[in-house]
């Protein structure tokens, strides 16, 4: 007697994992599945003359047509477009998106993936990618589970596909944009050094100034990604002894809204006094005051691409590892001017590059 044709030997053939074949052989799924796939899993099926078992087939499939979305901040403002862009992606697919809102906590982080894996979703699109968080995203790596990070990327020990906009070529032509205004004392306001995001513009902003002439640059950590902590970070540099900075560099939006605050509270002006530059080119920041000059994410084209490259692991049952950095530009607006000829005031000197 013949053994049986399983679909273990036709994903096999077809070189695809089992839960690939089951969904391309069902009619009700078949459509979740690029159609060069789903016609190599078919020719497979017709060469082994593998005929399925309706019900072992349902059970197999096994799929909620839900994706989790995990951030950080849902009153950050670069969100919204980024979850907008995943939408536009899997909407048309048949899927629904739960969304989590961590609040920056670890714990809450945790807890969110934990309860969203229970409501057995296909896979998670995150954006809380701390560079501390290495265990939890290794567990849920060990255990086969569907991430792409957005925004950021994943620590060591999980490597998950990432989407993000390219960090350094922002920084680079913020940089290029102040230095052709004639600015030379530099402050870059980094965000927390924990996510992956921050530091790498950081790290950008360090190793493009090193061994620039000329170029006094101090960078000071921002212990939240908030106006709030952007302005209170400010008020310090704007206390402390020593030249003023020419033009400031922030690690977003919001902490450069932060700053503007703070300029204006010690009686300063920008871009007179002080240039200012964001990062993101966030939802309303061309109606700051003055509209902020800063780097322009694609946001959408973020979340969209996120959502590509997580329906792509989950047809073919096999975990993407790619890293995809979207071009970026900058949106010059009235918060950058000329450097000022004469400067007063301080710029702490014990963080100077």
Known sequence: MSKRVTIDDVARLAKVHKATVSRALNEQTADMVHGATAERVRQAARELGYVPNAMARALRVNVSMTIGIVVPDLMNPIFPPIV????????????????????????VEAAAIESLTRRRVDGFILATGRL???????????????????????????PYPSVSGDNTAGVALSLDHLLELGHTRLLYLAGPQNYSTTRSRAIAFQSLVRGRNGLTTSVVEVGELTAEAG???????????????????????????GVLRSVRRHG???????????????????????PLTTVHLPLVDIGAEAARILLAGIEDGEPRRSTVELPVSLVVRKSTGPAPRSHVGSLEQGAAE
Not at 268 to 290: H, K, Q, W, Y
């Open 231 to 257: 302005s209170a970070a400010m008020d310090r540099v704007l206390s402390s002894p020593g030249p003023l900075p020419t033009a400031v560099l922030a690690g977003n939006d919001l902490v450069a809204l």
């Open 84 to 107: 907008r862009g995943i939408e536009r992606v899997l909407q048309p697919r048949g899927y629904t998106v739960l969304v989590a809102n961590t609040d920056g906590h670890a714990d």
């Open 268 to 290: 300063l002006r920008c871009p007179e006094d002080i240039s200012v530059v964001g990062f993101n080119d966030m939802t309303f920041a061309e109606d700051f005051c003055p």
């Open 132 to 158: 501390d968080d290495e265990q939890s995203l290794a567990a849920a790596h060990a255990d086969g589970i569907h991430v792409v990070m957005v925004n950021r990327e994943a620590a060591a020990g999980a």
